[in-house]
């Protein structure tokens, strides 16, 4: 294990590569922050620093270790010392309803749907500052649909009050008004989602919005013209990264041609071909039906990147005013190279399951200890479920209790052709003793629920720079071992590698079974070769695919290509086919670990060698 000094030394060496761009993998770990800015820049130096002061003073001596020896890796650990949490779905209806406060004065109930999804913007912000991670609204379309309403009877009143001819139908023109202002109103969620910047001017809020189950005509409304709005793209017809958009898809309510909201579904379908968002929620999935949805509130829902936030010991089963704490990954790969076998493989996952359990208990005992005071908005507004109810000088340990600690892992694939020659994509015994080992895990933190009294769960690894952090730390000690170390990442969580080739309906049959044990977060990508601009009935074929197979949560992902100059979109090679500008004058939106981006310069070199490895899985 490294000394303090040595790590001194790596800390003041990470600084000049800061400060000299020389390192851009250490500057745009992630691809949301733009780490080559000022604030950026002033951000990594405090994040770096930040890191370290966790490791030397907040992690024990076992987590340390664990770590340093690239087995463990607790996240956001830049954040720890803060004593914040990673995420939560936020109770938007709640917060426009009694009004709140960020500190600088009361907002007010809002009276229109303009004003509504303002304030819905100003909310996101606020509390982005309050969390190191992202944050969603879990019910839209419901929460937004009172305002819908009140701008209808608004607009009413004002045609009510004019001179107007007895066979004019008023009612009528109010709702094509009222859809009108709906429209503007999405129109500047979706720029202020990607224009308005938090911590320190560093990144855009990294935010999600649930949607597609009301089918009152308010909320069909506003998620009618919110897909619109979506379509249009911002003010020269880029795809809007954020938010990140989930359509929760749910038979007898929108995915049957009978259904209410049918025709809100084939919008998304169409949305998605153009933009790649909505992603899919799938609410009739046997592990997402366990919770009541006689209510909005009991719903399933997901933050974009994929977390998972239902089951609760300590309180509601719902997702609404909940977050998750904390998570750590585990080298999967590490462990299966170290191993003498899959009995000591066995051994050495059970020791490292007991240290990120513990270890996750520590950073929440630290986290407990912190007062409601040091995050007025998050707590004291009620943001997190029954935070309003404490005073400034309260512990969190009460409210906290109700939130996650997760488990997440990385590298399945690898670790399995280290351990048995194969990964699952290749071979059906492979895939058994994957699924042997994930379940071992997920029955791990179920025991460590019914012990502990805590919600622990096990999450597929949204893995951005650690996928390629790890990968070069064992090849340093292990060397290049071909279809293990021999490439510039692992594979994320469960995924079957993105360069082996299989058909789509196979990648999902093989990955849905993982969904059902990673409780805290899943999700599962289709590379779709061409556009689909005029093909929505193929995204329909894979929707239902994922809803028949089990999935949780699901995206599909295809070449998004935009010319900067004349505005062409569609699938571009190299330079514009239409007014012949050049490669870098081509907007390229490519997903990664959840969200989109359009710059590729701002990934990693891991992430740019995972994009350029994806193969397209045929239909």
């Not at 020269?236 to 038979?251: A, D, L, R, S, Y």
Request: include cysteine.
């Amino acid at each position: 294990m490294a000394s303090l000094k040595e790590r001194m030394v790596n800390l003041w060496s990470s600084f000049h590569e800061i400060v000299h761009a020389e390192n851009i993998d250490l500057l745009q770990e992630n691809a949301n922050v733009d780490g080559r800015s000022p604030m950026g820049l002033m951000g990594k130096f405090g994040s770096e620093s930040a890191k370290m002061y966790a490791v030397e003073y907040l992690l024990s001596g076992e987590a340390r270790e664990a770590m340093l020896d690239n087995v463990l890796y607790p996240h956001d650990l830049d954040f720890y010392a803060t004593g914040t949490t990673t995420c939560c779905q936020i109770p938007l209806g709640k917060l426009l309803r009694g009004g709140f406060n960020t500190g600088h004065g009361h907002m007010r109930e809002p009276q229109d749907i303009k004003s509504a999804m303002a304030l819905a913007s100003i909310i996101l912000q606020a509390n982005q500052n309050q969390q190191h991670g992202g944050q969603a609204y879990p019910m839209f379309d419901y929460d937004l649909a009172p305002y819908v309403r009140k701008t209808y009877l608004k607009q009413l009143q004002a045609l009510r009050s004019l001179p107007l001819v007895e066979s004019f139908d008023c009612e009528q023109e109010a709702w094509r008004l009222t859809e009108r202002e709906v429209y503007q109103a999405c129109e500047a969620f979706i720029h202020n989602a990607n224009s308005m910047h938090s911590r320190g001017g560093g990144q855009v809020p990294f935010i999600s919005i649930n949607y597609g189950t009301d089918s009152s005509k308010e909320g069909r409304i506003l998620v009618r013209q919110l897909l619109l709005a979506t379509q249009a793209g911002l003010g020269h017809g880029e795809t809007p990264i954020f938010p990140i958009q989930i359509f929760k898809v749910k038979n007898g309510v929108n995915f049957q041609p009978q259904d209410p909201n049918y025709d809100l579904y084939l919008l998304a379908l169409e949305t998605t071909a153009q933009r790649m968002f909505p992603n899919f929620a799938f609410m009739d999935t046997s592990f997402n039906m366990q919770y009541d949805q006689d209510t909005p509130e009991s719903e399933i829902c997901y933050m974009g990147c994929r977390t998972r936030v239902m089951g609760n010991v300590n309180g509601e089963e719902t997702a609404i005013g909940r977050g998750n704490l904390s998570f750590t990954s585990i080298n999967l790969v590490r462990l299966a190279l170290q191993s003498a076998g899959e009995q000591d493989f066995m051994l050495r996952l059970d020791r490292s399951l007991e240290q990120a359990v513990r270890q996750l208990f520590d950073r929440y005992q630290y986290q407990a200890s912190k007062l409601a005071g040091d995050f007025r908005f998050l707590y004291s507004q009620g943001v997190w479920r029954g935070g309003e109810n404490l005073h400034p000088g309260d512990k969190l340990e009460y409210i906290l209790k109700q939130g996650t600690l997760s488990v997440g892992f990385i590298g399945l694939a690898e670790a399995l052709v280290a351990l048995y020659g194969r990964h699952h994509g290749e071979d059906e015994q492979s895939q058994t003793r994957g699924l042997q080992i994930i379940g071992r895990m997920r029955a791990r933190m179920d025991r460590a629920t019914e012990e502990s009294g805590m919600n622990y769960s096990l999450i597929a690894t949204p893995a951005e720079g650690l996928s390629g952090k790890f990968v070069r730390k064992d090849r340093e000690h292990f060397g290049e071992i071909a279809g293990i170390t021999d490439r510039e990442y692992y594979t994320n969580s469960f995924h079957v590698p993105v360069h082996y080739k299989l058909m789509a309906m196979d990648k999902i049959k093989i990955e849905a079974p993982y969904h059902a044990l990673c409780n805290a977060g899943h999700i599962t990508y289709v590379e779709v070769d061409g556009s689909l601009i005029h093909n929505t009935a193929a995204l329909d074929q894979i929707v239902r695919a994922m809803a028949e197979n089990q999935i949780g949560y699901g995206s599909i992902n295809h070449p998004v290509d935009r010319c900067k100059a004349c505005g062409f979109t569609g699938i571009i090679d190299q330079d514009c086919p239409v007014c012949g500008q050049p490669d870098r004058n081509i907007e390229r939106i490519r997903r990664i670990t959840g969200y989109l981006v359009g710059d590729m310069s701002k990934w990693n070199s891991a992430k740019r060698a995972e994009e350029s490895d994806r193969v397209k899985h045929g239909r």
